[in-house]
């Protein structure tokens, strides 16, 4: 089955204005982490969230997770063109291996 | 800031040939992984490596595959014999239990 799926797929916003990605999974998790790719890079950290959470913030960053609904949230607020960028979310394998399984990613650009 | 690193950044190889892939991870984790990215595809898990052993493995991680953490610092990913369709992003990552924080990459192209 597949973890981690993110919609949209792709988000194309302006400047100043709020992003929403959402990802939904479907075994139970631990924790669910947001990373951001740039283009050909690698992946950072943003945001770890655990299962007996509903929501954390981080900056601009506000992530939710409703466990009965198997998904999160990823918000930027006031969003900037350094944020263009793509979006994952993983969860962790329920085999507790720390194993991540990653979604195909929510592609966002930021227009000045 | 402690940050997982990894050399090269790009490494080009012929069909056939060894390659291998180094990592530092960061210095008090003790959970590492390897994952790959082929371009344009999501994110998938490779291995992963805790108490010098490996404790799960993908399909994609057949008998070619090797890891390895030969002196307490590096954690290298070794291809005995590449194919073309290992040409990817590699990620090795690390964690102390919880958050993953992954590395720069290795852009492996094999002609």
């Known amino acids: 089955s597949q973890q981690g799926e993110e919609d949209p797929q792709a988000l194309s916003i302006q400047e100043g204005e709020n992003a929403t990605m959402n990802c939904s999974y479907k075994?139970?998790?631990?924790?669910l982490q947001w990373y951001r790719q740039n283009s050909g890079r690698g992946l950072v950290h943003l945001i770890l969230?655990?299962?007996?959470?509903r929501e954390k913030h981080s900056g601009r960053l506000r992530v939710t997770l409703d466990t009965s609904k198997k998904s999160s949230s990823l918000l930027i607020t006031a969003s900037r063109a350094a944020d263009t960028a793509s979006y994952f979310c993983?969860?962790?394998?329920?085999?507790?291996?720390?194993?991540?399984?990653f979604g195909q990613g929510t592609t966002l650009q930021v227009k000045p | 800031e402690p940050e997982v690193t990894q050399t090269p950044s790009h490494q080009v190889t012929q069909m056939g040939q060894e390659v291998i892939l180094r990592c530092v991870p960061i210095?008090?984790?003790?959970?590492f992984y390897w994952y790959r990215q082929i371009l344009g595809q999501k994110v998938e898990f490779l291995v992963s490596?805790?108490?010098?052993?490996?404790?799960?493995k993908s399909e994609i991680f057949d008998d070619q595959f090797s890891v390895e953490r030969p002196d307490g610092s590096n954690f290298t990913l070794k291809i005995r014999s590449t194919k073309l369709e290992d040409s990817a992003m590699y990620f090795c990552?690390?964690?102390?239990?919880?958050?993953?924080?992954f590395g720069p990459g290795t852009r492996l192209t094999v002609l």
């Open positions: 210095s008090n984790h003790l959970y």
């Open positions: 990552a690390s964690s102390s239990g919880r958050a993953e924080f």
């Open positions: 993983a969860t962790d394998d329920p085999s507790n291996t720390g194993k991540l399984i």
């Open positions: 490596f805790y108490n010098n052993e490996i404790s799960e």
């Open positions: 969230i655990r299962s007996n959470e």
């Open positions: 075994t139970s998790i631990n924790n």
